[in-house]
């Protein structure tokens, strides 16, 4: 199955993620199909960067996102029609 999930990044508890669009039976820094965005989650100002139209894409074609990048994509949705 493929799964839209964080990939891991960054240095030693400097955690930095790219979202990911992989195979659900690889493990968590495997092989990706195609990368979505990035998270930055410093406590005093996370930033999340997502490619909306390839989310979707995927997500039509089935892909199940986790639960943290389902949290994400809400949050980026929700900060998106704010800003318009």
């Not at 495997?30 to 139209?53: A, F, H, M, S, W």
Request: net charge positive.
């Amino acid at each position: 199955m493929v799964c839209i999930r964080l990939m891991r990044m960054g240095g030693k508890k400097r955690p930095l993620y790219r979202v990911v669009v992989a195979d659900s039976r690889r493990f968590r820094d495997g092989k990706c199909i195609e990368r979505l965005g990035t998270y930055n989650p410093e406590p005093q100002d996370p930033q999340v960067k997502l490619n909306l139209e390839r989310v979707d894409y995927w997500m039509k074609k089935g892909a199940q996102p986790s639960d943290t990048v389902r949290s994400l994509i809400a949050h980026v949705r929700k900060s998106a029609t704010a800003v318009s």
